[in-house]
């Protein structure tokens, strides 16, 4: 009957300190992106990715960005999530943020802009830049957790490229190392 009665106090313990953490929790290996694109096209992205932080610059940044271009019917996509500043950047705290489309919208550090791209061959092709610069974009991007030189997030948007063509971009999540010159 005592060891019933410890079993039972500790798994409730368990549950309630467990259960506030899942809705923070981000599902990926660390290193890794993915995220689905529907609309321009349907699939399911997934890459290698890192983060920088740079302050050696006028322009400072903080980017997490692909490591490697990510294939997709002959392909070659890639994704840019940034702020910038003027002054010293830092890493951005836990919480949702605005993606914005300009990365002079991005200075304050209270939003990021993303840009995803699409090119049939890097050295003929200007490509097709949804989002960033290019053209309008609304969503949110939430940073879950830093820890470990490791930042993990989610993130899902709607862009536009300057001609018109739209993606929707949903289930985004990565766990972003800090990358090492």
Known sequence: MLATLVLTSCSKDDDSTT????????NIEEGRITFDISNFENTTMNGDVEYFLNNSYPTKYFSISNVESMMHNDRMWGILIEQHSNDDIVLPQPG????????????????FNITVSMFTDTMTDTGLHFGGNSGDITGTL?????????????FNFEAYASSGQKIIVTNGKFAAPKHSW
């Open 19 to 26: 259960n506030p953490n899942t809705n923070n929790s981000v």
């Open 96 to 111: 949702e943020y605005p993606i914005v489309q300009g990365l002079a919208n991005t200075y304050d550090q209270t939003s």
């Open 142 to 154: 939430k940073i879950v957790s830093i820890t470990n030189n490791i930042v993990k997030g989610t």
